[in-house]
């Protein structure tokens, strides 16, 4: 195993090759919105609650991240007091979170034409609820690496999957105003639903945490089913 300073160390060396990468895109400059912040805000936000398509998407996001993402919060607890490791469990429990991550964005990738992408976010709804509910009753380490594995492979492909479709199908003189709302509800549900986890752990334990949150994203993919 290797120390957490070579961890950082090899994260903040990846860090100039993505810098140099985007250095090399040049994009013509887009159109500038035209009128008061508040005129354009409500142009965007009339775009997204009137494409329903969009409207489901920016749903799933909020609901995710209020929910599955607030794993990352509680993770620690597991690794110390359920599974009674150290911080090389932590890594390992990070780590199969990552390579889910990864294979998500492989899947990604590979994808040609944003077409599928809407039902295809939607089914993997069902993998995130499942594996949220696994990994909060599971007691077993291996089972729990599978589950965390799941959670982060279904979590990746709604975020980033719904950034891809905004991106290539919003007009051009919407899309920053429409990515801005989703990055909005990504990071700011995210740190909500972190922040209650934190509370309500104090209350009903890690895995009660969890187990609550696959029961109300479970309640969702029922109601997104339809």
């Excluded at 195993?1 to 013509?28: D, Q």
């Excluded at 990746?156 to 007009?171: K, V």
């Excluded at 899309?175 to 209350?203: C, E, K, P």
Aim: charged fraction near 10%; hydrophobic fraction near 55%; glycine fraction near 10%.
């Amino acid at each position: 195993m290797v120390s957490e300073a070579l961890c950082f160390a090899l994260n903040a060396a990846s860090y100039p090759a993505l810098v140099i990468g985007l250095a090399c895109i040049h994009l013509p400059p887009s159109a500038r919105a035209c009128g008061s912040y508040g005129n354009v805000l409500r142009e965007g936000l009339r775009y997204v609650l009137n494409d329903r398509q969009v409207k489901q998407l920016m749903l799933s996001v909020l609901m995710i991240n209020l929910t599955a993402s607030s794993y990352g919060v509680l993770l620690r607890v597991f690794a110390r007091d359920i599974f009674k490791g150290d911080a090389t469990t932590l890594g390992w429990l990070w780590g199969a979170a990552g390579l889910g991550s990864l294979a998500s964005s492989a899947v990604l990738a590979g994808n040609r034409s944003t077409a599928p992408l809407h039902r295809f976010i939607l089914a993997s709804t069902a993998v995130r609820t499942l594996a949220i509910l696994l990994f909060a009753a599971s007691t077993q380490f291996w089972l729990s690496l599978i589950a965390i594995g799941l959670l982060g492979f279904g979590i990746t492909i709604c975020n980033i999957g719904t950034n891809i479709f905004l991106q290539s199908d919003a007009p051009e003189a919407l899309r920053g105003r429409v990515v801005s709302l989703y990055t909005s509800t990504r990071f700011g549900f995210d740190v909500i639903g972190g922040l209650l986890a934190g509370l309500l752990a104090v209350h009903l334990g890690a895995p009660g945490v969890l187990l609550s949150a696959g029961a109300l994203l479970l309640t969702y993919t029922a109601w997104a089913a339809r």
